[in-house]
C-alpha cells in the first residue's frame, strides 16, 4: 500500500490546571467514583477509554493509575515523533518485557542492539519476492477451510479464521502440510495470548509457576512449541535444502555487517530461532485472524460493499480460478476492504512502550519509567482526520482518498524500526482471503444480531463473542 504524504497541523496541547508539570487528563479516582455514584456511563473499555481520553483532553494527555504515570499521545504528528526521533528514549512496555518468559528474545520482545541484528537477519524473510510464493499456501488453504463449510450453515468465523491462519503461518514458516496436532498448537499459542496481558499484574512470576489450571497449559503449551519448533531446526540442520519457507530463510540468514568485524558469518543460534519462530507463530496469527473475522461481520453488515467486493473478486478471479501472488494488485477494492476494516477495527490496537530516560514532549518532561501509548484505535475514529468515524467506508482508501490525511492518522501495522516486518505478507494474505472468500461465499448475520459488535481490547483486538454468520454458496 502507498502511503500518504507528511501533512502537519497544529497541535493541541493544554496543560493540567492542577499540576503544571503534566499535560491535561482525566482523573482516573473521581471519574470511576461519579461513575459508581450516579452511573453516568456504561463501563468503558480501555479502547473506548483512550478515544475519550484524546477527545476530552487534547493531542498529549497524562493519568496516573496505581502511581504509575502514563502518557498517551493523540496527533499524527507526534505519533511520527514517537516512531523516530523518540523511538531511542523508549524500552519495550512491562508486558512485552515480561513475556521474555514465554517468548525469550524475538524481534518483539528484543531491545537494542540485538533487536536491529535479529531484523537485519530476517528482513529477507519477508521480502517481495519471497512472500509471492506464500500466495499458492493461502489459496490452497483458504480452498480447504471453505470445502468444509456446509451451505446455510452458521459458523464462527472468528474460530474459522483462527484456524485457517494458524494453518497459514504453519505452512509458511515450517512447511507443515498438516500441523498434526491443530489442537495442541492453538492451545499453546492461546494459553501464551492469554498469559501476556497477565505478565502485567505484580508477582507474576509466582502465578506462573503455580499449579493453576492456566498457568499448567501455559507450561505445556511451551513444552509443545518447543519441542516442534527445536525438532524441526534440528532435522533442517541435518538437511539444510532451501524449502520455500520462512524457516529456510531464517537459517540461510547471517549477518554481514557483524561476520566483517570478525571475519565470520554470524547467523542464528537454536534458541533465537525457536525465539524468532514463536515470535512469528504469535505476532502472525491472531492480528491476521482478527482482521478478517472484523471484515466478515461489516460486510455481512453492508450487502452493498460485500456484492461490490463479489463483482470484483468475479472480474479479476473469475469463478473458480485458484488465486495467486499476481492478481493481488489488481483486487484494489479488497485491499480497500481490508483496509477500512483495520481503521475500525485495528487488531494492533494500542502501541505501548515504556520511557527509558527523561526526555521531553511538546514541552513536557516525560520520567523514567513512565508508560507511553500510541492508541491506533483513537486515532483512527479522530473526526479530524476522518470524516463520520464510525462509519464503515472502503472508499476511504481510494489513491486520491488517502492524499489528504496525514501519515500517522492511520498506522495498524505501527512505524519506524520495529514497524510489522510482515506487513507486506499481512496485506497479501488479507487481500487475496477475503477475495476469495466473498467469490464462494454470501455472508449474512443472524437475526436479532446487533450492529456493533463487541470488542475485547486485550494484546490485541479480539471481537468477544466471536462472529457468527451464516454462510451460503453464491
Ligand atoms: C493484519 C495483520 C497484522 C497486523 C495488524 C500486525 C501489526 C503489527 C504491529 C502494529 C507491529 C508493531 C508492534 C510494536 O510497534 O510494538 C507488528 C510487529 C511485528 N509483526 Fe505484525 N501484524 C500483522 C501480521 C503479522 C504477520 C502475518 C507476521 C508474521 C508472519 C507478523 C510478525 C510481526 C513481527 C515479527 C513483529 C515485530 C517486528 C519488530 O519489532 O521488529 N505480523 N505487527
Not at 274 to 286: M, S
Amino acid at each position: 500500500m502507498s502511503t500518504a504524504p507528511d501533512i502537519r497541523t497544529e497541535l493541541d496541547i493544554r496543560t493540567d490546571p492542577r499540576d503544571p508539570r503534566y499535560p491535561a487528563g482525566p482523573r482516573l479516582f473521581s471519574r470511576l467514583l461519579t461513575r459508581q455514584l450516579f452511573g453516568t456511563s456504561r463501563r468503558q473499555n480501555p479502547a473506548e477509554f483512550m478515544q475519550s481520553v484524546a477527545r476530552d483532553f487534547g493531542d498529549l494527555t497524562h493519568y496516573n493509575i496505581a502511581g504509575r504515570h502514563f502518557y498517551q499521545v493523540n496527533h499524527p504528528d507526534l505519533i511520527a515523533d514517537f516512531f523516530t526521533t523518540d523511538a531511542p528514549h523508549h524500552h519495550r512496555n512491562l508486558v512485552m518485557q515480561r513475556s521474555r518468559d514465554v517468548l525469550g528474545h524475538g524481534l518483539l520482545t528484543s531491545e537494542e542492539p540485538l533487536h536491529m541484528r535479529q531484523r537485519r537477519l530476517a528482513q529477507p524473510a519477508f521480502l517481495r519476492s519471497r512472500i509471492a510464493s506464500y500466495a499458492d499456501v493461502i489459496a490452497s488453504y483458504t480452498n480447504a477451510q471453505m470445502r468444509r463449510w456446509s451451505n446455510g450453515s452458521t459458523l464462527d468465523l472468528h474460530r474459522e479464521m483462527l484456524e485457517l491462519a494458524l494453518r497459514i503461518v504453519g505452512k509458511c514458516l515450517f512447511d507443515l502440510d498438516e500441523i498434526n496436532d491443530l489442537h495442541a498448537m492453538e492451545s499453546a499459542v492461546s494459553s501464551f495470548m492469554y498469559f501476556m496481558p497477565l505478565s502485567f499484574v505484580p508477582f507474576s512470576r509466582l502465578v506462573q509457576a503455580s499449579p493453576l489450571p492456566a498457568m499448567r497449559r501455559l507450561r505445556a503449551g511451551q513444552r509443545y512449541l518447543d519441542e516442534l519448533i527445536y525438532g524441526v531446526i534440528a532435522e533442517r540442520r541435518r538437511d539444510p535444502r532451501d524449502r520455500g519457507d520462512l524457516l529456510s530463510m531464517l537459517l540461510q540468514a547471517t549477518d554481514a555487517e557483524e561476520g566483517a568485524a570478525t571475519n565470520a558469518a554470524i547467523s542464528m543460534n537454536d534458541t533465537q530461532l525457536r525465539d524468532e519462530c514463536v515470535t512469528i507463530i504469535l505476532a502472525g496469527h491472531e492480528t491476521t485472524a482478527n482482521a478478517l473475522s472484523f471484515a466478515l461481520h461489516l460486510l455481512a453488515q453492508h450487502a452493498d460493499v460485500q456484492q461490490r467486493l463479489r463483482d470484483e473478486a468475479l472480474a479479476v478471479l473469475g469463478p473458480d480460478r485458484p488465486v495467486t501472488a499476481d492478481d493481488y494488485p489488481k483486487l484494489k477494492y479488497a485491499t480497500q476492504v481490508f483496509a477500512e476494516t483495520m481503521r475500525l477495527y485495528p487488531p494492533v490496537w494500542v502501541t505501548a512502550r515504556m520511557c527509558a530516560e527523561p526526555y521531553q514532549i511538546a514541552g513536557f518532561t516525560i520520567p523514567k519509567g513512565a508508560a507511553l501509548n500510541a492508541p491506533q484505535y483513537a486515532l483512527h475514529r479522530d473526526p479530524r482526520w476522518w470524516t463520520d468515524p464510525d462509519r464503515f467506508d472502503p472508499d476511504r482508501f481510494t489513491d486520491g482518498a488517502k492524499q489528504g490525511r496525514p501519515r500517522y492518522a492511520y498506522f495498524p501495522f505501527g512505524g519506524g524500526s520495529r514497524q510489522c516486518i510482515a506487513e507486506g505478507l499481512a496485506w497479501m494474505e488479507g487481500t487475496l482471503l477475503l477475495a476469495m472468500l466473498a467469490r464462494q461465499f454470501r455472508f449474512t448475520p443472524e437475526p436479532g444480531a446487533p450492529e456493533n459488535i463487541p470488542i475485547s481490547p486485550s494484546i490485541t483486538l479480539r471481537p468477544t463473542h466471536g462472529v457468527r454468520l451464516s454462510v451460503d454458496r453464491t
